[in-house]
């Protein structure tokens, strides 16, 4: 669960980065939709998805998992430099939005206190999706 107000900014940033995705911006699109579904797995994997004991210790589902957000904030940086976002280049990005996305992203994955709010992103991450995939069925449908 999130706050009304995290709701809201994940709904804004889902279609920030749908905005990217869209499907009728073709080769001139910024992000893929690869990426997309690359970013997902990281989050829903850095998380617990059901309640279990871990070395003993009861570890509640949508908690942190501490050892693989730890490989996943290195596979993140490792696929966003494969990419071609390096540091540099994040930085000179045209587009403003584009920028954006991937800065709040990485932070998020950074180990820092925002850290916590990482699982948000599923909202934004599934938003930005669904919509793609049903303006891409729709225009598959239409043409």
């Known amino acids: 669960t999130l706050g009304w ?10 279609s920030k980065f749908f905005d990217r995705l869209a499907p009728g911006e073709g080769a001139d699109a910024k992000l893929s939709s690869a990426l997309a579904y690359r970013m997902l797995r990281i989050v829903k994997s850095s998380f617990y998805e059901k309640s279990e004991m871990v070395d003993g210790q009861y570890m509640k589902r949508g908690a942190i998992n501490l050892d693989q957000f730890a490989q996943n904030v290195a596979k993140l940086r490792y696929f966003f430099g494969r990419q071609g976002f390096s540091k540099e280049k994040i930085k000179n990005l045209e587009d403003k939005i584009s920028r954006e996305l991937v800065t709040l ?16 992103y599923l909202v934004a991450l599934n938003y930005a999706l669904f919509k793609f995939r049903t303006e891409k069925k729709s225009n598959i449908d239409n043409g």
């Open 105 to 120: 992203f990485l932070k998020a994955f950074d180990f820092s206190k925002d850290s916590r709010f990482a699982r948000d």
């Open 5 to 14: 107000k995290s709701y809201g900014e994940m709904l804004d940033y889902g």
